[in-house]
């Protein structure tokens, strides 16, 4: 059984740093893609970033250079490191885990069957 939380939210000014924290259980990185989305007030929930199980990758456009993904085998923790935030990117962000996966749907959130609860970042100006 697959179970995702999040941690490391908070309030930053803007141009500051968060690092967000997924612990998965029930999840092996070399079989999952790890996907972190996100959702603002009003909003619909949009596709961060994703880890794929072959170890690559990929992000939206909009925080390409600042957002980076990482893994700790270890401890089977999925990281996001936030920099240079902006005010949009004010959201709840969501950890995401999809069995196996293929490059054309990481964007999609429906292609995900386990979610975490999400977590709270506000960046101020």
């Known amino acids: 059984q697959v179970h995702l939380v999040e941690s490391g939210g908070g309030l930053v000014q803007a141009g500051g740093s968060l690092r967000l924290s997924c612990a998965a259980s029930?999840?092996?990185?070399?079989?999952?893609?790890m996907g972190w989305f996100r959702q603002a007030p009003g909003k619909e929930r949009e596709f961060v970033g994703a880890?794929?199980?072959?170890?690559?990758?990929h992000y939206r456009d909009s925080v390409k250079g600042r957002f980076t993904i990482s893994k700790d085998g270890a401890t089977n923790t999925l990281y996001l490191q936030m920099n240079s935030l902006e005010p949009e990117d004010t959201a709840v962000y969501y950890c995401?885990?999809?069995?196996?996966?293929?490059?054309?749907?990481?964007?999609?959130?429906?292609?995900?069957?386990?979610w975490g609860q999400g977590t709270q970042v506000t960046v101020s100006l």
């Open positions: 995401a885990a999809d069995a196996g996966g293929i490059l054309s749907t990481i964007r999609d959130p429906n292609t995900y069957e386990n």
């Open positions: 029930g999840v092996t990185f070399t079989r999952y893609t």
């Open positions: 880890r794929r199980w072959t170890g690559t990758t």
